[in-house]
């Protein structure tokens, strides 16, 4: 019988064994993620492929949802370390606008492991899958890091949040097959624009 992850936060590693064996986990788990949808894959599968017991896997992921929200938050994380400062003669709009389509092509690029990755993270309960919080405060960080906003009003934040709303919806519609690469980056070209341009830092002249 196929063990029932109980709802419990995911264990945090503290040595670099333990650091280790959960980039292993995470490794594999893209692989096979890859190749198969989140249904399909198998716990006991992802700790084979990662070399490590059973238990190891549920101590650091109790449940599906942990492991695959987990492998979106570490991909947030990849992206925060690439953003820089936009050019001088680019909007800030824009410079949102092309952070996010690139990073829609990124994810395009593996639907399988996308799709998983965005269902496990809009399902995971924050009171269990603390990736989610993290996910959605340093996406929101790195928008407003784009957008040139250090010190954000209410406002601010509130519009950021309605655009990655927006933005995951635009996304899943087109891992669903339901739009093309082209629909994609002229809806989201269109929400930057209608949803940032009256933040209340936009500079005036």
């Given at each position: 019988m196929a063990r029932i992850a109980s709802a419990r936060p995911s264990a945090e590693p503290t040595s670099p064994e333990q650091h280790d064996r959960r980039r292993r986990i995470l490794r594999a788990a893209a692989r096979i993620g890859a190749e198969k949808s989140l249904e399909r894959v198998q716990m006991h599968e992802v700790a084979k492929e990662a070399g490590v017991a059973i238990g190891t896997l549920y101590r650091y992921f109790p449940s599906k949802a942990h492991l695959f929200t987990a492998l979106l938050a570490a991909r947030v994380d990849r992206l925060r370390?690439?953003?820089?400062?936009?050019?001088?003669?680019?909007?800030?709009?824009?410079?949102?606008?092309?952070?996010?389509?690139?990073?829609?092509?990124?994810?395009?690029?593996?639907?399988?492991l996308s799709t998983s990755m965005l269902r496990a993270s809009s399902t995971a309960h924050v009171a269990t899958?603390?990736?989610?919080?993290?996910?959605?405060?340093?996406?929101?960080?790195?928008?407003?890091?784009?957008?040139?906003?250090?010190?954000?009003?209410?406002?601010?934040?509130?519009?950021?949040?309605?655009?990655?709303?927006?933005?995951?919806?635009?996304?899943?519609?087109?891992?669903?097959g339901r739009a093309s690469m082209a629909d994609?980056?002229?809806?989201?070209?269109?929400?930057?624009?209608?949803l940032l341009a009256p933040r209340s830092n936009t500079p005036h002249p």
């Amino acid at each position: 019988m196929a063990r029932i992850a109980s709802a419990r936060p995911s264990a945090e590693p503290t040595s670099p064994e333990q650091h280790d064996r959960r980039r292993r986990i995470l490794r594999a788990a893209a692989r096979i993620g890859a190749e198969k949808s989140l249904e399909r894959v198998q716990m006991h599968e992802v700790a084979k492929e990662a070399g490590v017991a059973i238990g190891t896997l549920y101590r650091y992921f109790p449940s599906k949802a942990h492991l695959f929200t987990a492998l979106l938050a570490a991909r947030v994380d990849r992206l925060r370390e690439r953003v820089e400062a936009p050019a001088p003669d680019v909007g800030a709009e824009d410079a949102v606008a092309d952070l996010l389509v690139d990073a829609s092509r990124c994810l395009m690029a593996q639907p399988v492991l996308s799709t998983s990755m965005l269902r496990a993270s809009s399902t995971a309960h924050v009171a269990t899958v603390a990736d989610t919080v993290h996910i959605d405060n340093t996406f929101r960080d790195i928008l407003l890091r784009t957008l040139g906003i250090e010190d954000p009003t209410v406002e601010d934040v509130t519009l950021v949040r309605l655009l990655m709303q927006c933005w995951s919806g635009v996304l899943q519609w087109s891992l669903n097959g339901r739009a093309s690469m082209a629909d994609v980056e002229a809806d989201v070209r269109l929400a930057c624009e209608l949803l940032l341009a009256p933040r209340s830092n936009t500079p005036h002249p």
